[in-house]
C-alpha cells in the first residue's frame, strides 16, 4: 500500500486523542516489534489510548504509512478492544484486516509496516524483534513467526554454542543447520551430516565415533567417525531424539569433553567440532517417559531455535512456490494463478519439503500431462492429477465447480499419483517412503489405505 498522506480534515483529530481518565495497575504492555519504532515498549494501565503520527497521539508513530489518526486501543478489565479510526491503510491482525477487535493475549497487530504486540503485564515470553531479511541459508519466508527465528538464528550463528533445531519433519531443519554453519566462524570447515534415523542401530556407534580395523565383524580398516570428520568445522546429528539409550552416554561424554574413543580402540582423540542437533520429535517428553537422558538434553540445547510448520505461515507460500521455480530455472508464469490459489489453501502435512516436491513434479509433468489415474472407484467419475487439472488448459478439472470441491479433487488426485509413484522409488518400503516424503510413517500409511494403496516395513 501507498505511504499514507496527510487527511485535509487532520485538525478535527487533534483533539479527538485526548485520553479518558487512567486508573488502575497495569494488566498489559505495549512491545513494538519492527517498524521505525522497534524496541519500544509501553506498560498500558486501564484507559484509552490513540495511535497515529500526529503529535497528540498517545503514542506518536514514526512509521509513514500509519495515519494521523490511525488505531485506539482501550484497556479494560475484560481485556483490550482495538478500533481503527478511519485508517488510510488500515489496521490488520495476524493478516486480516479488521475495523473493531477485541484482542486475546500475544496478539499482533500491524500498522502500515510496524507490527505491535500485545503482552500480558506478567509474561515471561522474550519478545524476539523480527529480523529484516526473509532469507536464512536455504531457509526462505516474509512472516513474523519465520523472521523471528531469522533473528534467532542470525544470532546464534557467530558463536560457537551447540544448537537444537526443533521442528516437525519437512520443515528445513537441514538446510537451517547448514546455514547456522556457513554463517558461523567455522564456516571454511567441513560439515558433517549423520542421520540417525536412517543408519541401523548396530552401526550407530560406528559412524558416530569411528572404529579400529578388527573391532566387529567387517571392520576391515580403520575408519574415522563423524565428529572426526567434522574437526574444525560442524557436525549436524539430524534424528537426534532417534539416538538409542545405551548410546546416548557416549554422545554426552563428546559434547562436555569434545573427546571421542573409536569403537575397539583404548585412547581418546580430542576433536574440535561445534555440534548442531535437530529433532521432530518433543524431546522434553521424552525425557519425561524415560527415552532419552536429561542431562543430555540440556546439554543439546544449549541454544534452541523451533521452525514453524508451513501451515501457520501460509503467507510464505507464493515466496516459498516462486523460490522453487527458480531453483529449477523456471520463471514464475511456470504455475498458474489457479495452481497457486489451490497451493495456498492446502494444509501441507509434510511442510515444506512436500511443496517443493508438488511444485516440480507439476512442473516436470508439463500443461498437458494426463498419467494414468488407474480404474475409478465405484460411483465416482474418473479425475485427474494434480498436474493435469492445475496445468493443463483442457483439463478434466471444471472450472465451474464450487472451490472447495475443485481443490479437493485436485489433491485427491495428487495424492495417488504421487503415493503410487513414491512406493514405486521406495520399492514399497513404507518406513523408506515415509523418510523420502518427509511425511510421518503414521500418516503415510492412512493416505495409503485412503487410496487402496499398500506397503510394507521391509528391511
Not at 347 to 360: Q, S, T
Request: aromatic share 4%.
Amino acid at each position: 500500500m501507498a505511504p499514507h498522506e496527510e487527511d485535509e480534515d487532520s485538525e478535527q483529530f487533534e483533539t479527538a486523542s485526548i485520553p479518558v481518565h487512567r486508573t488502575g495497575s497495569v494488566r498489559v504492555k505495549l512491545v513494538f516489534l519492527s517498524g521505525p519504532d522497534a524496541g519500544r515498549s509501553h506498560a498500558l494501565v486501564a484507559g484509552k489510548y490513540v495511535l497515529g503520527t500526529a503529535p497528540a497521539c498517545d503514542f506518536i508513530l514514526k512509521d509513514r504509512a500509519v495515519s494521523r489518526q490511525h488505531l485506539s486501543l482501550e484497556v479494560g478489565e475484560k481485556g483490550v478492544l482495538a478500533r481503527d479510526m478511519g485508517s488510510r491503510n488500515g489496521s490488520f491482525c495476524e493478516g486480516m484486516r479488521f475495523t473493531e477487535l477485541e484482542l486475546r493475549p500475544g496478539a499482533v497487530l500491524k500498522l502500515g509496516t510496524t507490527e505491535l504486540k500485545i503482552v500480558p503485564e506478567d509474561s515471561r515470553e522474550r519478545v524476539i524483534p523480527p529480523s529484516s531479511s526473509t532469507r536464512f541459508g536455504a531457509l526462505v519466508g516474509g512472516s513474523r513467526k519465520m523472521r523471528e527465528a531469522f533473528t534467532v538464528l542470525e544470532r546464534l550463528a557467530s558463536g560457537d554454542a551447540d544448537v537444537l533445531i526443533q521442528g516437525e519433519t519437512g520443515t528445513g531443519k537441514e538446510g537451517c543447520a547448514e546455514g547456522i554453519h556457513v554463517a558461523s566462524k567455522r564456516s571454511q570447515g567441513p560439515f558433517v551430516i549423520v542421520d540417525l534415523a536412517g543408519i541401523a542401530p548396530s552401526l550407530i556407534e560406528s559412524e558416530l565415533f569411528g572404529h579400529v580395523k578388527g573391532a566387529f565383524t567387517g571392520a576391515h580398516t580403520d575408519r574415522a567417525g563423524a565428529f572426526e570428520r567434522a574437526n574444525g568445522g560442524t557436525v549436524f546429528l539430524d534424528e537426534v531424539g532417534e539416538l538409542p539409550p545405551d548410546i546416548q552416554p557416549r554422545l554426552l561424554r563428546v559434547l562436555e569433553r569434545r573427546q571421542v574413543k573409536r569403537v575397539g580402540a583404548n585412547d581418546y582423540r580430542t576433536v574440535d567440532v561445534r555440534v548442531v542437533a535437530a529433532t521432530h520429535v518433543d524431546l522434553e517428553g521424552a525425557v519425561k517417559a524415560g527415552r532419552f537422558r536429561e542431562d543430555l538434553f540440556h546439554r543439546l540445547a544449549v541454544l534452541r531455535v523451533t521452525l514453524p510448520p508451513l501451515r501457520e505461515r501460509p503467507d510464505d507460500i507464493p515466496l516459498l512456490v516462486d523460490t522453487v521455480l527458480e531453483r529449477m530455472g523456471r520463471p514464475p508464469s511456470a504455475l498458474s494463478e489457479q495452481t497457486r490459489a489451490l497451493l495456498a489453501q492446502y494444509p501441507w502435512p509434510g511442510n515444506v519439503r512436500e511443496l517443493r516436491n508438488v511444485v516440480e513434479r507439476v512442473v516436470n509433468l508439463g500443461e498437458e500431462a494426463l498419467p494414468d489415474m488407474g480404474p475409478a472407484p465405484a460411483g465416482k467419475p474418473r479425475q485427474p492429477s494434480a498436474a493435469s487439472a492445475a496445468g493443463a488448459p483442457n483439463a478434466m478439472l471444471e472450472l465451474d465447480l464450487p472451490f472447495k470441491e475443485a481443490k479437493e479433487r485436485l489433491i485427491e488426485g495428487f495424492e495417488r499419483d504421487y503415493l503410487k509413484g513414491l512406493l514405486e522409488r521406495c520399492e514399497g518400503n513404507v518406513s523408506r517412503a515415509s523418510r523420502e516424503a518427509g511425511i510421518d510413517r503414521v500418516y503415510l500409511r492412512k493416505l495409503l489405505k485412503k487410496h487402496g494403496l499398500h506397503g510394507h516395513d521391509g528391511p
